[in-house]
């Protein structure tokens, strides 16, 4: 028997994992000493699912006006990730100006950093893995005989998925 309260518990968890993104250059050094880095929620954080669900219902809006993709959608994506990791950012440390002064973690700072093609990209792959969170990422393979043995145990057929044979 599986406790309600543990399952919650543990799914409210996992939405609240963080992690400290190092950016590094093209040479793989961080840039600093003691090196620039990046607080960030996951990708299953509520603020990140926030961000996703108004994007879904906004592309919903657009695809029933006109029901079509431009090469502009792929821009408004790019924007809507950076809005999203902007969302998940809680802090920053050791980021300065040329003259040493600190650079405020604010989301006008934080989208002058994030809309940078390369910066992008590490942040987009960092926050996309999983493994990244402590979280595993992987989804363990089974054999036929063991995905049977479950849909049994659940009163679960294989004829059409996801449907119960049980009263």
Request: glycine content about 8%; hydrophobic content about 35%; proline content about 5%.
């Amino acid at each position: 028997m599986a406790d309600l309260n543990t399952i919650l518990g543990t799914l409210k968890a996992g939405r609240t994992r963080t992690a400290w993104f190092v950016p590094v250059d093209d040479q793989g050094n961080a840039f600093g000493d003691p090196p620039f880095r990046i607080h960030l929620l996951s990708r299953r954080s509520d603020e990140w699912r926030q961000m996703e669900n108004a994007w879904q219902m906004e592309r919903a809006v657009q695809m029933a006006n006109n029901g079509k993709l431009t090469a502009q959608d792929a821009t408004k994506y790019v924007t809507h990730l950076v809005r999203s990791h902007i969302a998940i950012t809680r802090e920053w440390e050791n980021l300065t100006t040329g003259d040493g002064e600190p650079v405020p973690c604010t989301p006008v700072t934080m989208a002058n950093l994030y809309n940078d093609i390369d910066f992008r990209e590490q942040l987009f792959n960092f926050t996309a893995d999983p493994a990244n969170y402590g979280e595993k990422g992987d989804i363990e393979p089974s054999s036929e005989a063991e995905d049977a043995q479950k849909k049994l145990l659940n009163g679960v057929s294989g004829d059409s998925p996801g449907a119960s044979t049980s009263a």
